[in-house]
């Protein structure tokens, strides 16, 4: 595509805001009641994070990887697909994402999260809480009826940006589960640009705090892993 | 889907007549019956095209949402009804292929449909396959028109499409571009291969292949299609805050969809146009473009001046 300078984001937007939305409602009045769990697996990844248990990580990347799978094959690949030629790449994206967290987070339990006092760890917990509780009324907000909420652990905005506030949280940078969360949150982000949402711009927001936590934290390992700095290791 | 006419010299005179000869012959003020459906000639067969077609692009891909695609079908009714003929989709277009096939089904099939489709896929071996898949989303037994869609890889394709053309499994071929991209290789493919339709973006404020696309067109015999004849919506956006001019009332358009499609299908290098739309009304008024008075070149300079003002 030599000429790609001369696309716009519209160009590549293949259906209407009515279009992309309705697919939501049809959606949610399809998988009803899984939203309840989905929700109550969010909240259970609030209460591990604050009891602090050693095997945390463990439950939490779990229960990432179960909301990531059933985003992937339940919406992405079942009904996104249906209206968007490239879900079905997207949905392999999320199940990579899924793998990623198994292998991390459950089987090498490298996923553990600052305590909340912590300025990461707050923040993480924020986003997540933000995710989990404030992402469903957005719509309502801007005037989209409730039938088309996004909940956390169905849709894959929230469940993108609850993963990231895990991630923010998380006690190292984990840049090799960053990445498919930031992919996702530039292309959609990039879709609701291009159809004028008024709520386009919370998903690179999200992004870019993970970015930038993610480098503070490891600019302070790096310090840290240092002798020449004379900073205490 | 209709059977390809044999050219003769009366019946391409028939069509030429049908057009209201405005077009072609540039009369003062273009006339054509108020009650009768302009229609153009494809050049490479005579057969005759209503000016104003429907196009698919994102309005019909509403993926399996039923309620919608009932819409789509009442989209599909009126353009009929209102004399229509040409749709036009594509296997990048989504669900819209599917969509349109569910509203064939639902209005039994109406004979009257020229079905153009195109081929998109950046491997050559598998065309036929998505050819294939495409006219079974349809249910049609052969496609009217098949066209490259924005030139991917189209040497290849463009072979198949013409053995297939041979062969009876297609009655047209073309290429397509869209918002003035590889205009230069259009013209080539253009001067150099059997086309018999190209697909090119024309309105009001986009109006680059008035200089050589339609000359080269007319001198070649090549049927033309205009795609994103409202620039996706933006163009009616920005010129419906204004009142319709008073010379709107001379080449009988009463809303502002009909200036800009009689602006376009007027050019004599134009077959017909392919506005989208997810509304029955929308069609009936852009359908009600391809009747009445047409502008001539004094009224069409006027018209372009206008809006490129506001």
């Known amino acids: 595509m030599s000429e790609w300078w001369t696309y716009s984001l519209s160009d590549f937007l293949l259906f209407s805001p009515r279009t992309y939305y309705r697919l939501f409602e049809l959606y949610n009045l399809a998988v009803w009641p899984w939203h309840i769990l989905a929700v109550t697996l969010g909240l259970a990844v609030v209460a591990l994070w604050l009891l602090g248990r050693a095997w945390h990580g463990r439950l939490v990347a779990l229960i990432l990887a179960a909301c990531w799978l059933w985003v992937a094959w339940v919406y992405l690949l079942l009904r996104y697909d249906t209206i968007n030629w490239a879900a079905s790449y997207f949905a392999l994206g999320f199940a990579v994402e899924v793998l990623l967290l198994v292998w991390t987070g459950l089987i090498r339990n490298r996923l553990r999260l600052r305590p909340v006092g912590d300025v990461a760890g707050a923040s993480g917990l924020y986003v997540l809480i933000f995710a989990l509780s404030a992402w469903p009324l957005i719509g309502l907000l801007v005037g989209r009826p409730w039938a088309q909420v996004e909940v956390f652990g169905v849709a894959p905005d929230p469940t993108v940006v609850g993963t990231l506030g895990v991630l923010i949280a998380a006690d190292r940078p984990h840049w090799v589960l960053l990445v498919i969360p930031l992919l996702w949150c530039a292309i959609s982000g990039a879709t609701l640009w291009a159809m004028q949402s008024p709520d386009a711009l919370l998903l690179p927001g999200a992004a870019l705090l993970a970015l930038v936590t993610a480098g503070w934290k490891s600019a302070s390992r790096r310090r840290q892993a240092s002798p020449d700095t004379g900073r205490p290791v | ?310």
């Open chain 2, 1 to 310: 889907m209709g059977q390809m006419p044999p050219l003769s010299r009366r019946r391409l005179l028939r069509s030429l007549a049908a057009a209201g000869a405005a077009a072609l012959l540039r009369p003062p003020v273009a006339s054509a019956q108020p009650d009768r459906i302009l229609t153009k000639p494809i050049a490479s067969s005579g057969e005759a095209l209503p000016v104003v077609g429907l196009g698919s692009w994102i309005t019909f891909n509403v993926g399996d949402d039923v309620v919608a695609r009932d819409g789509c079908a009442q989209v599909m009714r009126a353009f009929f009804a209102a004399g229509g003929r040409m749709i036009d989709s594509s296997p990048m277009y989504g669900s819209s292929q599917k969509v349109i096939g569910y509203g064939l089904d639902k209005l039994d099939r109406p004979p009257r449909l020229f079905s153009a489709d195109k081929v998109w896929i950046s491997s050559a071996g598998r065309g036929p396959a998505q050819i294939e898949a495409s006219r079974q989303a349809w249910g049609v037994a052969r496609f009217d028109l098949l066209q490259v869609h924005n030139l991917l890889t189209w040497e290849p394709h463009l072979r198949t499409l013409l053995a297939m053309k041979a062969a009876g499994q297609v009655r047209y071929v073309g290429i397509t571009t869209s918002e003035g991209r590889r205009h230069g290789e259009v013209e080539r493919i253009m001067r150099t291969q059997p086309l018999d339709f190209v697909q090119v973006t024309y309105n009001m404020l986009d109006r680059e292949v008035e200089d050589r696309i339609l000359p080269l067109a007319r001198d070649r015999g090549i049927a033309v299609i205009i795609n994103r004849p409202f620039r996706e919506g933006d163009l009616i956006r920005k010129v419906e805050r204004h009142p319709l001019p008073g010379w709107a009332a001379e080449i009988d358009c009463a809303s502002w969809a009909q200036i800009i499609l009689k602006f376009i299908v007027s050019h004599p290098g134009v077959t017909c146009a392919i506005p989208a739309t997810t509304r029955a009304d929308h069609v009936r008024e852009n359908m009600a473009a391809a009747r009445g008075r047409m502008p001539d070149a004094g009224m069409r300079a006027r018209m372009a001046a206008h809006v490129e003002k506001l």
